[in-house]
């Protein structure tokens, strides 16, 4: 692959294109002027590693699955059960759990833009974000899941939440059948993050 002179100065990983690279040159630029501490910003990768994450939401799933008063505090108070599992921060602060059932599937949007409880999510995936998630899973759902391999009956409703600054959702997913006697970490290893948004059934 061809390099100019400037490129040649700089070795890359050879996986870093795009946009990545773009990310890693801004990075080191405001590392060098000073604008950014690479402690902070260390800090803060760790944070999205090993801190928040759909990891966070399946645990807070399992334990719904397998205690059914931390399920009905979760259904009835969101933000404050899942604080109380130590889940918080920006993004999460106002948070409502829907359950899905043999009568209704729920699937969440935000159709302003990109609205996203992190501390059980952590970041968006990119289609969450895009346009044609935005409009399209309000007007023709069904059409949406069908394309995530998810097939919902006819017989079963579709209802789509429209996450907002002032509120987000989480998915409660249907416990799979032949999950009884699993541990919570069992459990959770059955959890995805399409599930908690409701582009797939577990």
């Not at 990545?20 to 604008?35: F, I, P, S, W, Y």
Request: with cysteine.
């Amino acid at each position: 692959m061809p390099h100019d002179n400037h490129d040649q100065d700089h070795d890359h990983d050879p996986l870093e294109q795009g946009a990545a690279l773009r990310v890693r040159a801004l990075e080191e630029l405001m590392v060098a002027k000073g604008l950014v501490d690479p402690a902070t910003m260390d800090a803060i990768v760790e944070y999205y590693e090993t801190e928040t994450g759909p990891r966070n939401g399946a645990m807070v799933v399992a334990r719904a699955w397998s205690d059914p008063e931390f399920k009905e505090w979760l259904l009835s108070d969101g933000s404050a059960a899942i604080a109380f599992m130590g889940f918080t921060g920006f993004q999460g602060e106002h948070m409502r759990v829907v359950e899905n059932t043999d009568a209704v599937h729920n699937v969440v949007v935000c159709t302003l833009c990109s609205c996203y409880p992190w501390p059980v999510l952590g970041l968006p995936p990119t289609w969450y974000k895009s346009l044609a998630y935005r409009a399209r899973v309000v007007r023709e759902p069904r059409a949406v899941l069908a394309e995530f391999g998810v097939t919902v009956p006819e017989g079963q409703r579709v209802q789509v939440w429209d996450s907002t600054a002032e509120i987000r959702y989480l998915v409660l997913p249907q416990r799979p059948e032949g999950s009884e006697g699993e541990t919570p970490e069992a459990l959770a290893a059955h959890v995805t993050r399409n599930g908690m948004i409701g582009t797939a059934l577990i």
